[in-house]
T-cell receptor
Framework: KQEVTQIPAALSVPEGENLVLNCSFT??????LQWFRQDPGKGLTSLLL?????REQTSGRLNASLDKSSGRSTLYIAASQPGDSATYLC??????????????FGKGTKLSVIP | EAQVTQNPRYLITVTGKKLTVTCSQN?????MSWYRQDPGLGLRQIYY???????DKGDVPEGYKVSRKEKRNFPLILESPSPNQTSLYFC?????????????FGPGTRLTVL
C-alpha cells in the first residue's frame, strides 16, 4: 500500500527566502503526483500536477520535480511571501484496479513565511 | 465559475440522527470522491464514483453511504452517525473517469457528532 511522507511537518522562513518542501512515496509505480495548498478552514487548491513521464512542472514562482526511481518529489518556492503561508500537501495517483486511480496524501508541511 | 460546492459547511448533530452532506460540481466531471481529514491521519478516501450509478469503496467506507443518480451530484449519507465520524469532509471531482487527472476540491464540511 502506498505511503506518502512529507518532511518537515512545519517550516518557518523569513520573507524573500527560497525554500524546498519534500515529499517521498514508497511505491514508484505512480501515474502522477499532485501538489496542493490548503489554507486554514478552506479546501484544497491544486498547484501542480506532474505526470510520471515528466521530471518537473513550473507555475509562476513554484517548481515541482519528480524522481520516480528514488520515490521523491520536491516543491520549490522562489522568493517566498507572507501570502504563501499555508499547508502544502503532496498526493500520489496510483492505479487501484477496475479502471480507477487512488490519490494517497501525505500529512502536509505547514509553511509560515515571516514578514 | 467552475467549482465544487458542499452543503452544509458546518454541522453539529447527535449520535444516531441520519444526515446527508451534499456535493455538486458544475464541470461535467466523470469522477467524484469523498475524503475525510483528521489530525495526524491526513486525508483518507471514503467512497468514489466513476460515473452515474457506479460507486466503490475507498479506504474508510464503514458507516457511510453514497449515491450517484446524476452526474453533477454525489451526496454522502451517514445513516447513524457516531462521535468517531467527527471530522472535516471534502468532496472532489476529476474530469477523467478513473480520477487520474487533476482533482478539484470543495470547501469542506466540518461535522461534529455529539
Amino acid at each position: 500500500k502506498q505511503e506518502v511522507t512529507q518532511i518537515p511537518a512545519a517550516l518557518s522562513v523569513p520573507e524573500g527566502e527560497n525554500l524546498v518542501l519534500n515529499c517521498s512515496f514508497t511505491d514508484s509505480a505512480i501515474y502522477n503526483l499532485q501538489w496542493f495548498r490548503q489554507d486554514p478552514g478552506k479546501g484544497l487548491t491544486s498547484l501542480l500536477l506532474i505526470q510520471s513521464s515528466q521530471r518537473e512542472q513550473t507555475s509562476g514562482r513554484l517548481n515541482a520535480s519528480l524522481d520516480k526511481s528514488s520515490g521523491r518529489s520536491t516543491l520549490y518556492i522562489a522568493a517566498s511571501q507572507p501570502g504563501d503561508s499555508a499547508t502544502y500537501l503532496c498526493a500520489s495517483h496510483a492505479y487501484s484496479g477496475a479502471g480507477s486511480y487512488q490519490l494517497t496524501f501525505g500529512k502536509g508541511t505547514k509553511l509560515s513565511v515571516i514578514p | 465559475e467552475a467549482q465544487v460546492t458542499q452543503n452544509p459547511r458546518y454541522l453539529i448533530t447527535v449520535t444516531g440522527k441520519k444526515l446527508t452532506v451534499t456535493c455538486s460540481q458544475n464541470m461535467n466531471h466523470e469522477y467524484m470522491s469523498w475524503y475525510r481529514q483528521d489530525p495526524g491521519l491526513g486525508l483518507r478516501q471514503i467512497y468514489y464514483s466513476m460515473n452515474v450509478e457506479v460507486t466503490d469503496k475507498g479506504d474508510v467506507p464503514e458507516g457511510y453511504k453514497v449515491s450517484r443518480k446524476e452526474k453533477r451530484n454525489f451526496p454522502l449519507i451517514l445513516e447513524s452517525p457516531s462521535p468517531n465520524q467527527t471530522s472535516l469532509y471534502f468532496c472532489a471531482s476529476s474530469s477523467s473517469a478513473g480520477g487520474s487527472d487533476t482533482q478539484y476540491f470543495g470547501p469542506g464540511t466540518r461535522l461534529t457528532v455529539l
